[in-house]
């Protein structure tokens, strides 16, 4: 936001204010999915509004196999190339009009590290994309957007898919 001052000799400056909802971090969570790049839109709408900084965290969770299946350390060390591949190029792919700073790639429970990332990051705002199961998928899956605005630190903006949902 920006606001006019006069000047002597009606000169006219325009000085930059602080956001008046105080966004200056935003935290963005992506699973790269559909509705986490739904939120990445949002996150870049008040990103540009407010002149925030855009802090991009994608969390790779464990893999819970049998004790009998083992699975490789190059397989996840693989994850982590790809996911950090991808987020660069998202942060490439908005760094026009907006501050991106950081880019994390964090492991362990979703929902656990999104929140510890935020408390790490100091964010201010923090936008994650929901999948919006129901019923008994969401029983046995869990909704990690439903856990992350219970014990996130900062408020928080759940979006949906573009498509004609919610």
Known sequence: MRTL???????VSVQP???PLGIQRVLVALDFSPESHSALRYAVMLGKKFGSTLMLVHVIEPVLAPPEIIIPEAASE???G??????????????????VVET??????AFFEIIEAAKALGADLLVLGT???TGLTRALLGSTAEKVVRHAPC???VVHRANGRG
């Open 5 to 11: 001052t006069r000047q002597a000799g009606d000169a």
């Open 131 to 133: 999948h919006g199961r």
């Open 17 to 19: 204010t602080p956001a």
């Open 155 to 157: 408020p928080v903006l």
């Open 78 to 80: 693989r994850a982590v």
């Open 104 to 109: 994390a790639i964090r492991r362990g429970i």
């Open 82 to 99: 790809e996911a950090s591949a991808e987020l660069r190029e998202l942060a490439d792919e908005i760094s026009d009009g907006c501050r």
